[in-house]
């Protein structure tokens, strides 16, 4: 009786896939998301994901006829992504930020220097992924994730992220359980250096969280470099690719922010959104018209009422990627955005 019940419970679950399979633009529309967060894990690339999913779509409606009904279509979908990934990860160099490079800290006052060549790690929206992926999508997990190779990154993310199990990992990679256990270790052993886990997540910001969020706008459109520096962790870092220099201490970043900072007063008007799951700001600068043009979009770590850290993305391109205005008027002030 046991034997014919669970008969019946997979011949159900396998018609069930086999109707999933049967609407491909619903398919499409329910995974692309979460497949997003995946592919981006993989690749540190919003642009790269984006094409990683449509192959994975591509790849999974050819094989469709073929599909077994032997595991979820999640899970087969999952495969089929993380299999395109490691393609396109071969022979590619892994995509840092500058302070993941292994140079000395700067100092406010060194010249700036800036490598366009470098795979920079990009930022991703809130809004490409799932609400439930955001916890594994903070840039600094993503950012460790890119110092494995790309089979232990599939591996920890697979086992830590996904909750697959060793042979179910295994299945995917077309590898031994043992091999998968044995590069989960290694990936975990890299992973601790940085003391980074899928779990160690920070909780959704609070009311004081959020009025430190508001001060901080208010001390860059004021360029109080006194304030903006109360509102920095003591030893905070910051770096902003594609400059390879970072910098160290709340005081020195000050320095940066009063020195080198082309802004002045009234100059320098931030909007607020959200990246990799956490506070982010896209920053204007006023032009000789008077109207203000897309300079760099900060990421912020925060812990407690402090920004621990900060990434500061130049480059236009995501301001578009994350709906941002390309230009701001004039008249624009911090209570024009209520």
């Known amino acids: 009786m046991g034997t014919t019940m669970v008969a019946e419970q997979q011949v159900t679950q396998g018609q069930a896939s086999y109707d999933e399979l049967a609407d491909f633009d619903a398919l499409t529309g329910r995974y692309q998301r979460e497949l997003m967060a995946h592919c981006y894990r993989m690749s540190g690339s919003v642009h790269e994901a984006e094409d990683l999913v449509q192959e994975t779509f591509l790849r999974a409606w050819k094989a469709s006829a073929g599909f077994q009904g032997r595991s979820s279509v999640r899970t087969w ?6 299999n395109v990934c490691l393609t396109n990860l071969e022979g590619r160099p892994r995509r840092p930020l500058p302070t993941g490079l292994g140079t000395a800290d700067s100092v406010a006052g060194d010249a700036l220097e800036q490598d366009v060549e470098i795979p920079w790690l990009e930022p991703i929206p809130d809004t490409a992924v799932e609400v439930a992926e955001r916890d594994t999508i903070r840039l600094a997990f993503v950012a460790a994730l890119q110092h494995l190779p790309a089979r232990q990154r599939a591996v920890l993310i697979l086992r830590d992220v996904l909750r697959w199990s060793a042979a179910e990992t295994a299945v995917a990679l077309d590898t031994t359980t043992a091999a998968v256990n044995s590069a989960l ?24 969280q959020q009025r430190m969020l508001d001060a901080y706008l208010k001390a860059f459109w004021a360029k109080d470099v006194d304030r903006i520096v109360q509102l920095l962790q003591y030893d905070a870092t910051w770096d902003m690719p594609p400059f390879l220099n970072h910098y160290r201490g709340a005081d020195n970043i000050g320095r940066l922010i009063g020195t080198q900072c082309p802004g002045g007063v009234n100059d320098m008007p931030m909007l607020r959104t959200v990246a990799n799951g956490q506070p982010a700001f896209g920053l204007y600068m006023r032009q000789p018209e008077g109207h ?16 621990r850290h900060v990434t500061a993305f130049f480059g236009a391109e995501h301001f578009a990627r994350f709906g941002l205005p390309d230009r701001l008027p004039a008249d624009w002030t911090p209570a024009a955005t209520g």
């Open 77 to 82: 979908l999952y495969k089929i992504a993380t």
């Open 185 to 208: 270790q290694r990936a975990h052993a890299q992973m601790d250096e940085r003391r980074l886990t899928p779990d160690t997540v920070e909780a959704d910001l609070d009311e004081a």
């Open 292 to 307: 203000f043009e897309p300079f760099h979009l900060q990421v912020l770590e925060v812990v407690g009422t402090s920004v």
